[in-house]
C-alpha cells in the first residue's frame, strides 16, 4: 500500500510560511527588506535633504504646503523635486508593468536592480557633493531617489501583496486594530512591516545622526543589494 504522506507533514509554522508563502512564494521576504530600506531613504532625506520624504508622498504633499506657506526649515524645491521624480517613475514603473510579460517575482527582482542604480547615483553626488549639501544638490539627490521609489511603488502594486506596499504603513495598521479573524501569519506579517520601517528609520537616523547623508544611503544601498540577491536565487530556482 502506498504510505500515507498527508497526515505526517509537519506544519510549516509562521516563519516557514512567510520564506515559503504558498500563494506569494518569497515575494513578502523581499517585500520586508525593501520596507526596511524604505525607512533608511526616508531617514536620509528627513534628516539632510531639506525635510523632504522620497517614498511617502502622503507626509510630501504636506511639506510642500508648508514650505508653501513660509514655514522654516521646509525646501519647497527639494519636495518638489521628489514630488516630481517619483511621479517620472510611476510612469515609468507603470509602463514597465503593463508591457512586461515577467512573472510576479521577476518583476521585483528588476525593479530593485533599478533602485540600485538610482540609490547608487544619488550616493555619488552625495559623496562628491561632500557633507553640506546646498538647496540644489539636494533637490537632485531627493529627486533620484524618489524616481527609484515610483518604480517600485508600481511595480509593488502590481504584485499586490496584501499588507506590504513596502512605503505606505497607514492601512497596515488599521488591519491591526480592526481584523480580528485572521490567521497568525498575516498578523506577524504586518507587525514586521510595522517593525521594519521604524527599525530602518531609526537605523539611517543614527547613521546619519554621526555621518552624512552618503553613510545612510550605503546601508539602503547594502540593503537593496541583498534583496536583489535573494531576489536572483529565487528565480534561478523557479527556472525549469
Same mark, same amino acid.
Given at each position: 500500500?502506498?504510505?500515507?504522506?498527508?497526515?505526517?507533514?509537519?506544519?510549516? @509554522?509562521?516563519?516557514?510560511?512567510?520564506?515559503?508563502?504558498?500563494?506569494? #512564494?518569497?515575494?513578502?521576504?523581499?517585500?520586508?527588506?525593501?520596507? /526596511?530600506?524604505? #525607512?533608511?531613504?526616508?531617514?536620509?532625506?528627513?534628516? +539632510?535633504?531639506?525635510?523632504? $520624504?522620497?517614498?511617502?508622498? +502622503? #507626509?510630501?504633499? %504636506? =511639506?510642500?504646503? $508648508?514650505?508653501?506657506? @513660509? +514655514?522654516?526649515? =521646509?525646501?519647497?524645491?527639494?519636495?518638489?523635486?521628489?514630488? &516630481?521624480? $517619483?511621479?517620472?517613475?510611476?510612469? &515609468? *514603473?507603470?509602463? =514597465?508593468?503593463?508591457?512586461?510579460?515577467?512573472?510576479?517575482?521577476?518583476?521585483?527582482?528588476?525593479?530593485?536592480?533599478?533602485?540600485?542604480?538610482?540609490?547608487?547615483?544619488?550616493? %555619488?553626488?552625495?559623496? /562628491?557633493?561632500?557633507? !553640506?549639501?546646498?538647496?540644489?544638490?539636494?533637490?537632485?539627490?531627493?529627486?533620484?531617489?524618489?524616481?527609484?521609489?515610483?518604480?517600485?511603488?508600481?511595480?509593488?502594486?502590481?504584485?499586490?501583496?496584501?499588507?506590504?506596499?513596502?512605503?505606505?504603513?497607514?492601512? +497596515?495598521?488599521?488591519?491591526?486594530?480592526?481584523?480580528?479573524? /485572521?490567521?497568525?501569519?498575516?498578523? /506577524?506579517?504586518?507587525?514586521?512591516?510595522?517593525? *521594519?520601517? #521604524?527599525? @530602518?528609520?531609526?537605523?539611517?537616523?543614527?547613521?546619519?545622526?554621526?555621518?552624512?547623508?552618503?553613510?545612510?544611503?550605503?546601508?539602503?544601498?547594502?540593503?537593496?543589494?541583498?534583496?536583489?540577491? %535573494?531576489?536572483?536565487?529565487?528565480?534561478?530556482?523557479? !527556472?525549469?
Amino acid at each position: 500500500m502506498p504510505a500515507d504522506t498527508t497526515s505526517d507533514s509537519p506544519s510549516p @509554522g509562521i516563519v516557514g510560511s512567510l520564506v515559503a508563502d504558498p500563494k506569494h #512564494g518569497v515575494l513578502p521576504v523581499l517585500l520586508l527588506l525593501l520596507t /526596511v530600506v524604505t #525607512g533608511v531613504v526616508d531617514a536620509v532625506s528627513l534628516l +539632510t535633504l531639506g525635510h523632504v $520624504f522620497v517614498a511617502n508622498m +502622503t #507626509g510630501n504633499i %504636506v =511639506f510642500i504646503s $508648508f514650505a508653501l506657506v @513660509g +514655514t522654516p526649515g =521646509f525646501s519647497l524645491a527639494a519636495s518638489l523635486s521628489a514630488l &516630481a521624480g $517619483f511621479l517620472i517613475g510611476a510612469i &515609468a *514603473g507603470g509602463r =514597465f508593468v503593463r508591457h512586461s510579460r515577467l512573472d510576479r517575482l521577476r518583476l521585483v527582482r528588476d525593479s530593485v536592480l533599478v533602485e540600485i542604480v538610482l540609490v547608487a547615483i544619488s550616493l %555619488v553626488i552625495s559623496i /562628491v557633493l561632500g557633507p !553640506q549639501l546646498t538647496d540644489g544638490p539636494a533637490a537632485v539627490i531627493a529627486g533620484v531617489l524618489a524616481v527609484a521609489l515610483g518604480v517600485r511603488n508600481a511595480v509593488v502594486r502590481k504584485v499586490a501583496v496584501p499588507d506590504l506596499t513596502t512605503t505606505v504603513l497607514t492601512m +497596515t495598521l488599521t488591519g491591526l486594530g480592526a481584523d480580528h479573524d /485572521v490567521s497568525s501569519t498575516v498578523w /506577524v506579517k504586518r507587525i514586521l512591516a510595522v517593525v *521594519g520601517m #521604524g527599525c @530602518g528609520a531609526a537605523a539611517g537616523a543614527l547613521i546619519v545622526r554621526h555621518g552624512h547623508a552618503w553613510a545612510g544611503l550605503t546601508l539602503a544601498l547594502v540593503l537593496l543589494v541583498i534583496t536583489e540577491a %535573494v531576489a536572483i536565487s529565487a528565480a534561478r530556482r523557479l !527556472q525549469p
